[in-house]
């Protein structure tokens, strides 16, 4: 069972525009977010993290929001550049875990066209 | 900055051939990860260390084994390589503190198994 969902495998978006990336989880324990960003032939590296008592978080064009009722989150990123296409993965850690793997979803790949 | 270093950026082996993939980062992190990546799957973790000479399972470690015999180096080994192998490797490192989430990638190794 998916603990940490990304239900969409793929997004266009226009340069100029917002992107939106969402991101559903299922265990109320889960207290810290993340957003990594990876390229073809790269590692993923952290984007943006957001920890359970906040309900946004922003770093210039990237924000992230925490809906923790509905268990989920999105990232918006506004405005899109063609440099940003990349897969998009979600990641979740549970309360009090700095040992413990966080969990990833299966990513949302994005295509920013010009 | 952190740097997580994989020993080969491409590889190709043949069925049946032992394979070592090596992992070194270079910030003191108690924990180190090993995931590889698949079209459609997302990242799916193998096994993971949280010290020297520990190890855990993780999701997917059948076929696969690690060695952690200094904090800084982190060893994935197919002991028998076979085609479902064939994937993206990517090695992880994170402090191991609970004020610290964030996960470091290494730039991965594509593996091929023929």
């Known amino acids: 069972d998916q603990q940490v969902k990304q239900n969409s495998p793929s997004l266009s978006v226009q340069e100029g525009r917002i992107s939106i990336l969402n991101c559903d989880y299922t265990?109320?324990?889960?207290?810290?977010f993340l957003w990594y960003k990876k390229y073809p032939a790269e590692g993923p590296t952290f984007l943006i993290s957001?920890?359970?008592?906040?309900d946004k978080n922003e770093d210039g064009r990237f924000t992230v929001f925490l809906n923790k009722s509905a268990k989920h989150l999105s990232l918006h990123i506004v405005p899109s550049q063609p440099g940003d296409s990349a897969v998009y993965f979600c990641?979740?850690?549970?309360?009090?875990?700095?040992?413990?793997?966080?969990?990833f979803g299966k990513g949302t790949r994005l295509s920013v066209i010009a | 900055d952190v740097k997580v270093t994989q020993s080969s950026r491409y590889l190709v082996k043949r069925t049946g051939e032992k394979v070592f993939l090596e992992c070194v980062q270079d910030?003191?992190?108690?924990?180190m990860f090993w995931y590889r990546q698949d079209p459609g799957l997302g990242l799916r973790l193998i096994y993971f260390?949280?010290?020297?000479?520990?190890?855990e399972k993780g999701d997917i470690p059948e076929g696969y084994s690690v060695s952690r015999e200094k904090k800084e180096r982190f060893s994935l080994i197919l002991e028998s390589a076979s085609t479902n192998q064939t994937s993206m490797y990517l090695c992880?490192?994170?402090?191991?503190?609970?004020?610290?989430?964030?996960?470091?990638f290494g730039p991965g190794t594509r593996l091929t198994v023929t």
């Open positions: 260390s949280y010290d020297v000479k520990m190890k």
């Open positions: 265990n109320s324990m889960f207290d810290y």
């Open positions: 992880a490192s994170s402090p191991g503190t609970e004020e610290s989430y964030e996960q470091y």
């Open positions: 990641a979740v850690s549970g309360r009090n875990s700095g040992n413990t793997p966080l969990v």
């Open positions: 910030m003191d992190h108690e924990n």
């Open positions: 957001i920890s359970s008592i906040k």
